[in-house]
């Protein structure tokens, strides 16, 4: 009897646990967050690609298409600049400022300003936009503001308690989806956007991770960001390479994280007296000088940079001076107020700042457009394990992962002399003290 008794009570507790509903609701909603995750990076993805080729086509077709973007950048830049001010507050630049922001913040209100579902709607469309307009962003900064966003919502109607976790899940899944690279998400997740190891976090990054990745390779299929490549140093020339894409590239990133930041401020303090005003006047002033330097470029600088750094892994030489074009693109672009991130130029950056040393050196074009993307993404995000992760998985280059690894680290601490403050970390504080000054406003 007291056997058949056990069983019997062990036996209604797990039909109690199996058919709890108040157990089950929030898994299953945090699993559906995961998978929506997925969903819309590949959704933005192709959103993003289609875009671009618009405006390319657009600009390449008739004799004077190449003057359009004089018309087309500058219109562009005003409408996303000004929607995103009047409609989508917030929705500003990278996006992950924006997240890391809201995990240092305590109120769920003030989160629910950086990040929420009307967000997710705006930072995709408005990001759209400014490819359509030959903006030099990319759609993978946005798509960790976008995964946080979900995620946040998760928290919200899941009635879970572990906000700052879900969020850090949300970063991560976004990245992991957004470039295909799993690992990087988890990486990323931990380095860049917590700056610490927390168990029970890094559980919910890893379901999330795992969910996401699935939904988009379901949609997506298995690949590679940049193709697979196989190329090492094999000579002395090329270790050489490691030492001047690691001091050389972590030097230009600093230097487009310092003046990102202090260029910031600038900004800040111009558009204070009519907001909105002054910045849809600096947008369109940007636009115009975007649009400027992708004519003199060829059209090479407009948009992510995708199929330039791409190209440069394959082994085929950029400009000499691409680099300096898509850096100064790039940070316009940023400046600019527009929604759009700096991950998919940064790497296009790297790709030609490495192809110019390559050919300058006499090395594989290849090799150094790896290792040049390695340095100066170091450089400019401060997260060398997420460099060296990202690079490895977006060319799946394995005989290179000691080089990768040291132009990486090599990178990180170049730029680290020379510029104290992470860019992410540094623009996140603007988040921060808009949200405290809020707070007592009301309070007053």
């Not at 500003?92 to 579902?117: F, K, M, N, V, Y």
């Not at 100066?376 to 997260?383: D, L, N, T």
């Not at 060319?395 to 403050?421: K, N, W």
Request: with cysteine; net charge positive; proline share 4%.
């Amino acid at each position: 009897m007291p056997v058949l008794y056990r069983k019997s009570r062990l036996l209604r507790r797990s039909r109690v646990l199996w058919g709890s509903l108040a157990l089950w609701r929030p898994r299953l909603i945090f699993w559906f967050g995961a998978f929506a995750i997925g969903i819309i990076s590949v959704g933005f993805a192709r959103l993003a690609d289609l875009a671009q080729r618009a405006f390319a086509g657009l600009t390449t077709s008739g004799e004077w298409g190449f003057l359009l973007p004089l018309v087309i950048t500058p219109l562009g830049f005003m409408l996303s600049a000004y929607l995103a001010a009047r409609f989508f507050p917030n929705a500003q630049g990278s996006g992950i400022p924006q997240a890391i922001a809201a995990r240092h913040l305590r109120d769920p209100e003030d989160r629910t300003r950086l990040l929420s579902l009307r967000l997710v709607f705006g930072k995709i469309v408005l990001t759209v936009l400014g490819l359509l307009s030959g903006a030099s962003i990319g759609r993978e900064g946005p798509t960790v503001q976008v995964g946080a966003s979900i995620m946040l919502a998760v928290a919200r109607f899941g009635g879970m308690a572990q906000a700052r976790g879900l969020i850090l899940a949300g970063s991560a899944a976004g990245i992991a989806a957004a470039f295909n690279t799993p690992l990087a998400g988890i990486v990323f997740a931990i380095e860049e956007m917590s700056r610490t190891y927390e168990s029970r976090a890094n559980g919910l990054v890893l379901t999330a991770v795992i969910l996401s990745g699935l939904a988009a390779l379901g949609l997506a299929g298995s690949y590679n960001y940049f193709g697979s490549t196989a190329v090492a140093p094999v000579s002395l020339r090329d270790w050489e390479l490691v030492l001047v894409c690691g001091i050389g590239g972590g030097a230009l990133g600093a230097v487009f994280s310092g003046l990102a930041l202090h260029a910031g401020q600038h900004v800040r303090r111009f558009a204070q007296p009519q907001p909105l005003r002054r910045m849809v006047m600096l947008a369109t002033v940007c636009g115009l000088a975007v649009a400027v330097i992708g004519i003199l470029s060829g059209g090479t600088t407009f948009g992510t940079g995708y199929d330039q750094a791409k190209g440069a892994v394959e082994g085929n030489p950029l400009p000499l001076l691409f680099f300096v074009e898509k850096l100064v693109a790039g940070f316009l672009s940023m400046i600019s107020g527009i929604p759009g991130g700096i991950f998919a130029p940064s790497l296009a950056i790297g790709a030609g700042f490495g192809s110019t040393v390559g050919q300058l050196m006499g090395s594989g074009i290849a090799l150094a457009a790896i290792l040049g993307m390695a340095g100066y993404f170091a450089g400019v995000v401060q997260a060398p394990m997420t460099a060296f992760v990202i690079i490895l998985e977006m060319t799946g280059d394995h005989q290179a992962v000691i080089p990768i690894m040291a132009v990486s680290m090599i990178g990180y601490i170049t730029s680290r002399l020379l510029s104290r403050e992470p860019l992410y970390h540094g623009l996140s504080r603007v988040f921060i003290a808009a949200a405290i000054r809020a707070r007592r406003a009301e309070a007053e």
